[in-house]
């Protein structure tokens, strides 16, 4: 591409509705334009980006085995009715969906388990069919509350998504980890730096799960990990162990103490000149059981300095219940009121009746601390569990914190980062596979018949990764105050020729010709041929990031062209007729690097 | 990929479903499966040439000079308004569209050019910024009344887009040739026979289109060609020379006759043994103008064996009013009551008031023909134009029918063949640039400043071509009755090598060396190891239509492999150690070949 013939501009400034990074330089530099909310163009060079961190994913799949097709992006709704999902997506109104011209539902796919499996159900027969993998890429739709952080997080996004089919689950673990090993090297060839974590299968559902994540401040996920051994969680499901602070070991007489107005942990800490970490918060919390329509209210007992996992929660009350959980929120101050004969705020343990406690490990060693008493402005200070009340049910229901002691190894400490998910692998188990029952009748009954003739459910495992979040997280860990610093096997182009001076006929005859002959050699190139000043022009190279730029100038009249590293300001002159040879084996061995990921 | 663990299998009875052939064979062989109706999954070697001739397209758009982006799918109706298409495509119900969780309604695109011309409205502000040619291949949506004939009508299909912008005609002009020319070559190097036919806009719009036609039994396109010269063209817009049929000259007097019940040409020419020819059908239309609400109502005289082309009368009409058309549709029965005083079906010239009349070229010549009286149950015989009734204006309005004389040459007879439109290219000029008037409140404002700084609207053209209408084209024209016989540019893979006893140890030896080492020299090969009967594995292959089928088998024991083509049948025997080399030549020669379309 020659840049005189190319409209779109970088822009100056920093664009306001920017925050992350990454946002601000795909703005800057011309990789998106905004549309609609959550909605982007991705201009020329992005959309290079993109394919290209598309091959070699691609690449990876199917070294891995898998196979690519094509599914659509409507899809009836009754799909989606018959396992359930159209209901919890809709629930929280992330689900895009239509009514086409006969009256028709149609979802705009936010993920494809139904429709691979029911292809999958209807084209598999037997053991001997399986195990078998699909993927495919193509956009996916979800109507996000709040779209942000540029590509981070939108309405309509490019994703490659893989379904493996096994005959048990030991096919399933194998499947799994084959995927696993496919996406440690599609991302490490994607130059990027990242980290393996458990997590939470989330709305996905299944078995067990693991996330890969780019550490970065733009980050919407919070990632737990040790500073001894190599533990790392999503903090959704981390397990960390409790430095408890040291506490006066007397036992006090419980009190009941006049607080007009006072709610919150801050305000008590104010009051009481006691640490939150002495204080007792109690929060209900509405639980709707799969097919009840009455919500179930627990109440959930926390160390003041300490926050809830809804996640681990969300398990605990299954459990509790022994029900699969349809929803959970924060009990809506009505409830409280009923429940407490209390305001918001005045919440505790001490007769409290009618609801299910259960307090969060750190709860448990406490002695003397304060608690809402379940009476309008008052609260019980020097409280003791099995003195003041029965001793509830005790679990993990807490957000590992920083500074935590780690689960898994003896003196290490637990540190908390922002991470970018960059893809999600589950195990999903019989999920979509199974045969519906009239205790529960979702399921799309894919199965097959065993060696021995007997109808068994396919053991199911999907396998994702947004591709836009490969860029973003590129750019958020390779950048400087000048711009993008792009990996080479996912840059847009390696090279950009800058002449000096487009209008010195010389430096014009010599980039042009330099420009056709390293695209045919293989080197992508652009030719920044516009009537601008340099500096100007090198400003945009570093904005862009093209690895490397190779600036035709001066020097031509010593027969000599000088190539510059984007990534470690290195300068080599080359001779004008050696300069094709020496910048594609230059890249040909970046590449080689890159792409030695045993 | 080993056919021993590939689980989708083809079927043996053509499904009742497909009527045309490309539809039959692609699920026959396993390269579709319906999802829901007009929606279909691509299956793996579907997916594997859409993916090529995609790959071909975009090669071909690059060296034209066109700039590949991505838009996404969603956009906002506020743009669809701003252009007038919102109503015109939810005119007929074809839009898909649906309202987010903010009630912001959002449009599945079908087509992209308000989202292309808003991008370029913000981004080009001068001369100097054009020419320029954006495109990008996305999944398009149409929620389609009839959705049949496999893929060549489907609710959501894959489709490569452009759109040029250009500062004046003449810049559209040369724009507009280079894509044809990039059509030309894609399409060849697809393999594919067509033609290139001058094509009406439609709802695009614009001063001049051209579409590309592949003859095809399964088409739903008329399309006419000359028998001498190489004229070709849509039946919407082809214009041909009338054979009249020689006619009584004697005037005589016209009568009205008595014709109870008897209303379509049909029951008259058996009533009064008189040819179609001596008819003149008499239909009336209602036409929306732009901006009105209510309809005029015209009637249009037609010759009675011949059909009213609506798209040339939809011209003729607009040009009668001066104004642009919203809608037109033959009247409502009540409609023609009250303008004709008579039922439906003896509507006719003589009398007839409060409406306008266009009459065809093909009755300018007529004398002595039968109308309708304007009388229920009532024809009128031997009419003539001038003396019964006013002269009306004529036009052409009728669709060509073989057998017509070519308007181009002087001795060219007039076919007509159905046909499947692969690409489509408009001259747009500046409806969608344009700016607003009070008059005409549609365009996006993409205007640029000239050499003097005076603002001036972009011209525009869009270029579209349906990647599954290759496929289908490909599969129409080239098949037997075994199966497909694909072109090697975009075969699903080059060779499969069929082991004609897969539990023979020498021949699967054989067969995955041979398998691995073609896969590595870039000749893309499937092993089909399946242990089925090798007659089982033929048929399967012939279905599929690999260019080649390399087979193993008993003349391995002299250490020959059998090499087969699908397209000649002819066959080579190869000694095994050069087998690898030869196939590689082959399928070489055979691209080279295929990629020489200058």
């Known amino acids: 591409m020659k840049l005189s013939q190319y409209p779109i501009k970088t822009l100056k400034e920093d664009p306001k509705e920017a925050d992350a990074v990454s946002h601000k330089l795909m703005l800057r530099a011309g990789f998106i334009r905004p549309l609609a909310s959550g909605l982007y163009i991705y201009l020329p060079p992005m959309w290079r980006v993109l394919r290209k961190a598309e091959q070699i994913v691609r690449e990876e799949m199917d070294k891995a085995g898998a196979i690519e097709l094509r599914m659509p992006i409507l899809s009836p709704r009754e799909l989606w009715d018959q396992t359930g999902r159209f209901e919890d997506y809709t629930r929280g109104n992330n689900l895009f969906y239509l009514q086409d011209r006969r009256g028709v539902q149609l979802v705009l796919a936010p993920t494809h388990e139904e429709i691979i499996t029911s292809l999958v159900a209807n084209e598999v027969r037997s053991y001997k069919d399986l195990p078998v993998n699909f993927y495919h890429f193509s956009p996916k739709f979800r109507d996000e509350a709040r779209p942000r952080g540029g590509l981070n997080r939108t309405r ?39 980290l393996t974590i458990d997590a939470d299968p989330g709305a996905i559902g299944g078995t067990g799960s693991q996330e890969f994540m780019v550490r970065s401040e733009s980050g919407e996920d919070s990632v737990i990990t040790c500073d001894t051994c190599n533990y790392a969680a999503n903090i959704e499901t981390a397990i960390s162990k409790l430095a408890t602070p040291s506490q006066d070991e007397r036992l006090k007489d419980s009190h009941i103490e006049h607080t007009p107005n006072v709610k919150t942990v801050d305000q008590l800490v104010e009051l009481f000149h006691l640490p939150a970490s002495q204080m007792v918060k109690t929060i209900l919390y509405e639980v709707w059981l799969k097919g009840s329509k009455e919500p179930e209210v627990i109440a959930v007992l926390m160390r003041g300095d300490f926050d809830i996992n809804e996640v681990k929660l969300g398990k605990v009350a299954s459990k509790m219940f022994n029900r699969p959980l349809a929803e959970m929120a924060i009990a809506r101050p009505e409830v409280v009121i009923e429940k ?50 029965a001793e509830p049910k005790f679990a993990d229901l807490r957000n590992a914190v920083e500074g935590d002691g780690c689960s898994r190894c003896q003196n290490g400490k637990i540190r908390v980062t922002k991470g970018i998910e960059l893809g999600h692998i589950f195990k999903l188990g019989t999920k979509y596979s199974r045969r519906p029952t009239p205790d529960d009748p979702t399921g799309l009954s894919a199965t097959y018949l065993d060696k021995d003739g007997k109808e068994r459910e396919i053991v199911m495992g999907c396998y994702g990764i947004g591709i836009t979040r490969i860029t973003t997280s590129a750019i958020e860990l390779y950048h400087d105050k000048y711009g993008m610093i792009w990996p080479i096997t996912i840059a847009p182009w390696h090279v950009v020729i800058v002449l000096a001076n487009s209008i010195d006929s010389q430096q014009l005859e010599v980039g042009t010709k330099l420009y056709q002959e390293l695209n045919q050699a293989g080197v992508e190139t652009v030719l920044d041929n516009r009537e601008e000043r340099i500096g100007f022009k090198l400003n945009d190279a570093d904005l862009i990031g093209y690895p490397y730029k190779l600036i035709v100038g001066k020097s031509l009249k010593d027969g000599v062209v000088e190539l510059k590293s984007r990534k470690t300001g290195e300068v080599i002159l080359l001779p004008t007729d050696e300069a094709i040879e020496k910048i594609k084996e230059l890249v040909q061995k970046e590449f080689a690097k890159a792409n030695q990921v045993e």
Chains 1, 2 share one sequence.
């Open 340 to 389: 407490t004969n209390a305001q918001v705020g005045f919440a505790g343990p001490i007769g409290l009746e009618g609801v299910k406690i259960v307090a969060d490990e750190s709860v448990r060693p406490l002695k003397n601390f304060l608690c809402g008493a379940n009476k309008t402005d008052y609260h019980v200070l020097d409280v003791k569990i099995g003195r003041d009340f």
């Open 156 to 194: 309509e996004f490019p994703m490659k998504d893989a379904y493996s089919f096994d005959v048990d689950e030991a096919g399933l673990n194998a499947s799994y980890e084959a995927m696993r090993l496919a996406y440690i090297r599609a991302f490490k060839r994607c130059g990027l730096e990242f």
